[in-house]
């Protein structure tokens, strides 16, 4: 039919990321869908000609945009618990922000919706979609409502920390900390490292207790990043021209952050000269 896209996309439970990519491309072929599901006489067609349905439909297409964009910035490699803290306290703020811009009639941060409600529709919109961002803001607050990580402070950087007492540590581990932010030379390592987590890995052997008490936060962390590459790496693996059963060994090496010394393996193979 000439459009841009020649097939709808599909998720499954467990690949919710792709819910908002989804909701993208169904409003993007409304008209090509509804064609279809009138020409094989659909009950559904009728709600992609009625301008109310399409108006709530460009809405989840802005709400799930931004949603997978929030977790998408908390699906990478070395994501710890301050990233992510920063990330969903930030969105919180953000749902404020569209609550008050909501009720003064801009909705430049719902771009879709913007262009698709008509005049007559936006004081009923505005209900729908003050109800909802009022809801998931208290969703939100629900699931997330210890975000203080002030007391963990001394994980983040250890170096400008004065008054340990505050963090509910030991006299022994505010000993430690006064020692490893007293080495100049792990001062300067910190300052070159990017990132907290192999840092502390870096001193666990002079302050085990230290990196054990900040590994258990650092640590855990809520994401599919890991489930998410397994799965890609997986589309790409079995396809229809190579539909090996098991592929545990090629899974293993397509999702491992190691890089391979091809130089060391061909070494180690001998070349088969001519006859």
């Known amino acids: 039919m000439g459009s841009e896209y020649t097939s709808l996309l599909y998720y ?3 690949r919710w990321l792709s819910r908002s990519k989804v909701l993208q491309r169904v409003f993007e072929l409304k008209e090509e869908i509804a064609i279809f599901l009138t020409d094989n006489n659909r009950d559904e067609a009728n709600l992609f000609y009625d301008t109310k349905f399409l108006v ?3 809405y989840l297409v802005d709400i799930f945009q931004r949603l997978s964009t929030l977790n998408k910035s908390m699906q990478r490699p070395q994501i710890h ?11 919180m703020r953000k749902l404020e922000l569209w609550i008050i811009s909501l009720k003064n009639n801009n909705f430049d941060m719902f771009p879709t919706f913007k262009i698709t409600c008509l005049e007559d529709e936006i004081e009923e919109s505005k209900v729908l979609i003050n109800k909802h961002l009022t809801s998931l803001r208290e969703q939100f607050s629900f699931y997330f409502k210890d975000l203080d990580m002030s007391k963990y402070e001394w994980i983040r950087n250890p ?8 963090f509910g540590l ?3 581990e505010q000993e430690m900390i006064i020692d490893l932010s007293s080495d100049s030379t792990l001062k300067q390592m910190f300052q070159h490292e990017n990132n ?8 666990k052997d002079e302050f085990p207790t230290l990196t054990n008490k900040a590994l258990e936060i650092l640590l855990p962390f809520v994401t599919s990043y890991l489930c998410e590459t397994g799965f890609s790496a997986v589309a790409v693996l079995k396809t229809k021209y190579r539909s090996c059963l098991k592929i545990e060994k090629e899974l293993r090496t ?22």
């Open 12 to 14: 499954c439970e467990a």
């Open 159 to 166: 170096f400008v920390i004065e008054k340990y007492a505050d």
């Open 196 to 203: 907290i987590v192999t840092f502390w890995l870096r001193v």
């Open 81 to 91: 618990a301050f990233v992510q803290k920063d990330k969903v306290t930030a969105f």
């Open 170 to 172: 030991t006299t022994a």
């Open 56 to 58: 709530k439909l460009a």
């Open 254 to 275: 397509a999702i491992s952050s190691m890089i391979p010394r091809f130089d060391k393996i061909c070494a180690e193979k001998q070349a088969h000269p001519s006859h």
